[in-house]
């Protein structure tokens, strides 16, 4: 499996991006789905994950109420549509693919198949 996101870029504060993590193969709507992003120096974190049907959400305390994930399951895409960004935000973002939804929830120990990334800039 293949993930392929895309959709970074800058952008100043208060403004909006969507990504996009297209996934190879006929899995994705087998498999739960997740965001996390890496800061320059710091570790990866969690950012949001969604079940294999789209059903069931969660955030991280730092996104909520500004990003939204959904997925396509018969376009095999996901989405992290992001609003109201702030310079905190900027990173670089990754989907992830993982057979339990709860495994990708503030950790990563769930995730079967990572992306290669996409850098979003936050100006000031």
């Known amino acids: 499996v293949q993930l392929v996101e895309s959709g970074g870029g800058v952008v100043q504060a208060g403004g909006s991006l969507r990504l996009s993590c297209a996934a190879s193969?006929?899995?994705?709507?087998?498999?739960?789905m997740g965001w996390f992003r890496q800061a320059h120096g710091q570790e990866r974190e969690f950012v949001a994950a969604?079940?294999?049907?789209?059903?069931?959400?969660y955030y991280a305390n730092s996104v909520k109420g500004r990003f939204t994930i959904s997925r396509d399951n018969a376009k095999n895409t996901g989405y992290l549509q992001m609003n109201i960004l702030k310079p905190e935000d900027t990173a670089v973002y990754y989907c992830?693919?993982?057979?339990?939804?709860?495994?990708?929830?503030?950790?990563?120990?769930?995730?079967?198949?990572w992306g290669k990334g996409t850098l979003v800039t936050v100006s000031s």
């Open positions: 992830a693919l993982g057979g339990r939804t709860l495994l990708l929830v503030n950790t990563t120990a769930g995730v079967d198949y």
């Open positions: 193969g006929r899995i994705f709507g087998g498999y739960a």
């Open positions: 969604i079940n294999w049907s789209g059903s069931d959400t």
